[in-house]
């Protein structure tokens, strides 16, 4: 059974920083995707970035310059370092693991005040 476990989430200024982590157990397979998502609310679960096994990343334009995905292998762990932060950015973001089938982890809280 795979596990997806977050930290790091919190409360931040805007144009503050967080860096979030999630470690994956159980059985896991390469090559693998692993990612951030993120819900506001009312609004729907939206991609922020996803990175593969061998370090190829992909980034929402939203993000893109101010966020960087990273991953240990040796660890299952992903990161999501998150610099100029915006209040726009207040979501619960979720770490997600792509092997046959998605998996997800409960999420954390990230909020930005203005």
């Known amino acids: 059974q795979v596990q997806l476990v977050e930290s790091g989430g919190g409360l931040v200024q805007a144009g503050g920083s967080l860096r979030l982590s999630c470690a994956a157990s159980g059985s896991i397979s390469r090559p693998n995707v692993m990612g951030w998502y993120r819900q506001a609310p009312g609004k729907q679960r939206e991609l922020v970035a996803t990175?593969?096994?061998?370090?190829?990343?992909n980034y929402a334009d939203s993000v893109k310059g101010r966020f960087t995905i990273s991953r240990d292998n040796a660890k299952n762990t992903v990161y999501l370092q998150m610099n100029s932060l915006k209040p726009e950015d207040t979501a619960v973001y979720y770490c997600n693991l792509l092997l046959i089938r998605a998996y997800w982890g409960q999420g954390t809280q990230v909020t930005v005040s203005s």
């Open positions: 990175i593969i096994s061998s370090g190829n990343t």
